[in-house]
């Protein structure tokens, strides 16, 4: 092989290397990017909605753009978003970025990537429903923007007036936790909590004083500037295809409690969780975001506490417990004891030897939100008193209902009037099917 033919094939190999890489690129580059799935926004390239998951209808043309439905092929129909694109094809946009949901938008949002092309600049927006592609006017731009809707009233239950019933048991002075600020209870209060599960240890305020070196001490709920929308999360089997997860999801605080699963029932239950009420023969693990709020019956569930968050030498109360716990220390809280006394006595009317963790919740909820709404209480749709995660066909009773310990008539018809009162509202899943 002579030098010319060697070069001639060298330039040959070359440009086929080229176009190999230019064709590549030109694929699977820096292209205008959708969103997949309308509730996460997921990324992929417009090639992937017309080969693979998505079909497109066009719903308006006109000389500057043409307006899609696009439809998810997997998903509900209703799961759609209109768009403003040019053509079907995938469209070069240089610096296209992953535009993602932006929730409770006071004002329009507007984000640009422009490109000159063809001595037109075709530009990408997003407002607070859209994502547009095309050329971008004035004209084009009023129409995709819709109007700022207000923000929906904050109805705070906790504002007199608004049911006599309600006023005449809520105390809003009492915090939901055990702060610096209320570490020295009265003496009804003390003996009453030291009571409950005869504490060994009568020093309260030396306990009190140990656990603040380890976590925080001061009431993080009563800044109310912002309305703090609330759901309490039972574990009721009338959750079981209720459906309820993105709902509950959708609150600012998400409020569980004891050993709750969530795994495998997030479609009925969500996945969300920014509390959970424990005590410590109830520990469950929990991630390093959510607060554990420490439902304590005597102090020694205030020194298990310390002892699992550092040396774990308790290993056991009047069960064995878990001796080590993995916890973020500036989200543990303790439940404060004058709240679960008033809950007790002016709730509960002393009915059962001391509320139960679900009524303490609600009541925790009532005292640190301004809306709430509650779910996976009472029982299931055929009477019986299970849990979500029981596969017994809803034909078993929790121990609630069998020990005697809390009186859950009395507890039940508290979450009634409550609901009906206007102050939370009850949400009972399968039990209305």
Known sequence: ????????????????????????????????????DPNH??????????????????VNKSDKHQEFLIVNKENSPEKHENLNIPNKNEIPIDGAAHISNQQELKEPVLTQNQVNKEEQHVETWKDTNHLHVGVKTEENVAISLPKST??????????????????QRFDGTISSIWTRDNIKQTSAINNWWLGIQSSKNKDVLGVMNSVFTMIPDVDVYKDRSKCRRCAVVGNSGNLKGSSYGAEIDAHDMVIRMNEAPLGGFEKDVGYRETHRLMYPESYYNIKQDVHFVLVSFKTLDVEWLMSAMTTGTIKRTWRPVKNLINVNASLVQIYNPALMKHTHEVWNKK???????????????????????????????????????????????????KTGVHNSGVESQIYQQLNAEGIVKVHMGNAHR
């Open 351 to 401: 009915q059962g030897r001391y509320p139960s963790t679900g009524l303490l919740a609600v009541m925790f909820a009532l005292h640190a939100c301004d809306e709430v709404d509650v779910y996976g209480y009472g029982a299931n749709k055929i009477g019986n008193w299970d849990h979500y995660w029981q596969n017994d066909g809803g034909k078993g009773n929790s121990a609630f209902r």
């Open 1 to 36: 092989m002579n030098y010319f033919k060697l070069r001639t094939l060298v330039i040959v190999l070359i440009f086929l290397m080229i176009s190999f890489i230019f064709t590549y690129v030109y694929t699977n580059g820096n292209y205008l990017r959708l969103p997949s």
């Open 150 to 167: 207000p923000a929906r009233p904050c109805n705070r239950l906790w504002v007199k007036g608004r049911s006599k019933w309600f006023d």
């Open 41 to 58: 926004m997921q990324i992929l390239p417009m090639k992937a909605y017309i080969d693979n998951s998505h079909q497109f209808i066009y």
